[in-house]
C-alpha cells in the first residue's frame, strides 16, 4: 500500500515511524520547508544548543523517549529547577503547597487527573469532556479542593501562551498532564529518585535533549523518504485512489495521513464535506514567536523560568516577553511571546530586551552609565513565528473532537498530530502512533 504523510514534523515522523513498526513501507513524507521538524527548531549558540520551539521533555513523554532511545539521543536537566511567576527581576518563586491541606491539594488533584484522564490510550476520556469542556481553569481550582495548587499552573497555563485563567478551559491543561506526570512505575522511581537526590526541584522532572528537539527528528527523518520543499495544496480521489497535488506535481496513493496544523489539514480538504467546513471554522490559532538572545548582563539574574502574565493582554501584542528562560553558565535567554501576524519575532525581542534593561538596571546591578553598553551588547541571535495553540471555543470543543474522530478514513484520508488539547511533541507523537495502530 502507498501512503501520503503530509507534514514532516514530530507527528507526521513518527507515523512513518509507526508505519514501518507495523510493516509499511512504499510511503513518501510531503514537506512544504526545507528541514524536518515543524515547531521543533534547534539553534547553535556558542557551542550550545538552544530549542527556540518545543524544548521540555516531561517524564510522562514515552514516545519522545522511545524514539531518544532508538536513535541514541540523551536528555539533560533543563532550565526548570525554579520557576517563578512574575518578570526577571520581581519573579516571585512557585513552589510546591505546604502542610497538611497541601498535600490533600496535590492528592486531590492526583485523583481528578488519575479518574477523569485516560492518557496512555487516548487522550481524553468522554468523562472528562462532560466534566471539564465548559470549565474555566478558575473555576475548576475554586470548586474542587485545589486552591492551593492553583498558584503553581496558573503562570505555567497563561505563560505558555494558553491566555487568561479565567477564560481559558481547564481542558488545555492537559498539556502539562503530558509534561509534568509519570505514567509508569519507571518513570515514577525516576522522578523520586530525582526529588530525593537532593538536587534543586521544581514541579516537574526537568528534561530537555542534548542536541535539542531539532537534533532527534533530523535523525528520525533521515531514515524516511521525504520530499522537501513540496508543499501539499490539494487532494482529490479518482478510482479509489488519492491524488496528491504539491506545488511540484501530481502523485498517486492509496492512503493519505495530514499530520499539519488542524487548520491547514482542514483547509486543504475543506472540500470533502460539510464536517469539515464546520471543523474548519471552530479552528483558530494564536500567533506564537520566540527569540534566541544573547544578553551578558543576564548572567547576573537568578536562574529558571519567568512567566510575566501580566504583559499577556491585546494591548501589548507582540511587544513584551510572557515567558523567558535562563540557563546556568550562560547568557543566552529564550524569550517568549504572543502576537499577530504582523509582529516580528526578532524585532519585537529586540526591543522587549531594550526596554528590560532599561526599567531593571538597577536590580541588574549595573550604573545608570553603563545601561546604553549593556543594550549594546545584546543581540538577538535568531527568532521564529508560529501558528500554535489550535484553540476552539469551549462549547464547540467536544463535537469538535467527536467530528474529527468520525472524519478519520473517510476519503482513504486521516488526521493525526497536534489537535487542540494538547499541543505538544509527546502528544502529537502518541495520537499519531494511536490512529496508525488503530486504522492500519
Ligand atoms: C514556542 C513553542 C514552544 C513549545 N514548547 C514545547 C515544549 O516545551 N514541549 C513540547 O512537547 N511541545 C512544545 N511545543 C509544541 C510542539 O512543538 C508541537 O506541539 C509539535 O511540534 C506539533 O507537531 P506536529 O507534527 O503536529 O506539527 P508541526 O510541528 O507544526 O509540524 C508540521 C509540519 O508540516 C509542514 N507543513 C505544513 N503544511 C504543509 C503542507 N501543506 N504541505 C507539506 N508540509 C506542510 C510544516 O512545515 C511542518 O514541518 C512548543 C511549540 C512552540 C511553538
Known sequence: MRIAIVGAG???????????????????????????????????????????????VGSGYHRVLFHCNKYGEKTVEGPYHFIHEGDLTQGKKVSLPRGVLGFLSLLSAAWV????????????????????????????????????????????????????????????????????LPRSTLSLIKLLRFKLSGRRGSLYTPM????????????????????????????????GVVLVSTNKATYMFDRIIFAIPPKDALAVTSKYSTSVATLLKQTRNVCYFSALIHVPVAEKLPRGVYFDNSKLSDKSK????????????????LF????????????SAAEAVKDFIISNYV?????????????????????AKWAYFPHVNPEELHCHYAMI????????????????????????????????????
Open 363 to 383: 536590580g541588574l546591578g549595573i550604573g545608570s552609565d553603563s545601561v546604553e553598553e549593556a543594550i549594546e551588547s545584546s543581540s538577538v541571535i535568531e527568532g
Open 208 to 239: 530537555t535533549l542534548e542536541n535539542g528537539f531539532g537534533g532527534l527528528l533530523q535523525k528520525m527523518a533521515s531514515v524516511h523518504n521525504i520530499h522537501y520543499n513540496e508543499g501539499v495544496t490539494s487532494i482529490s480521489h479518482k478510482n
Open 405 to 440: 474522530e468520525s472524519l478519520q478514513g473517510q476519503n482513504k484520508s486521516f488526521f493525526v498530530g497536534e489537535w487542540p488539547g494538547f499541543a505538544c511533541v509527546e502528544g502529537a507523537m502518541e495520537n499519531a502512533r494511536d490512529v496508525v495502530k488503530r486504522y492500519f
Open 10 to 56: 514530530p507527528a507526521g515522523l513518527d507515523a512513518a515511524e509507526s508505519l514501518n513498526e507495523k510493516g509499511y513501507s512504499d510511503i513518501v513524507i510531503f514537506e512544504k520547508s526545507d528541514r524536518a521538524g515543524g515547531k521543533c527548531v534547534t539553534v547553535d549558540h556558542l557551542g550550545k544548543k538552544y530549542d527556540l520551539g518545543a524544548i521540555m
Open 113 to 180: 487527573v488519575a479518574t477523569n484522564f485516560q492518557i496512555r490510550k487516548k487522550p481524553l476520556s468522554e468523562l472528562a469532556f462532560k466534566q471539564f469542556y465548559k470549565c474555566s481553569i478558575d473555576d475548576f481550582f475554586n470548586t474542587r479542593f485545589l486552591a492551593r495548587i492553583r498558584h503553581m499552573f496558573a503562570p505555567i497555563t497563561a505563560g505558555c501562551g494558553y491566555g487568561f485563567t479565567n477564560t481559558t478551559p481547564i481542558i488545555y491543561l492537559l498539556k502539562l498532564v503530558y509534561l509534568g
Open 318 to 333: 507582540g511587544k513584551h516577553a510572557t515567558t523567558i528562560k535562563l540557563y546556568d553558565n550562560d547568557c543566552g535567554l
Open 336 to 347: 517568549y511571546g504572543v502576537g499577530d501576524d504582523s509582529t516580528s519575532a526578532k524585532s
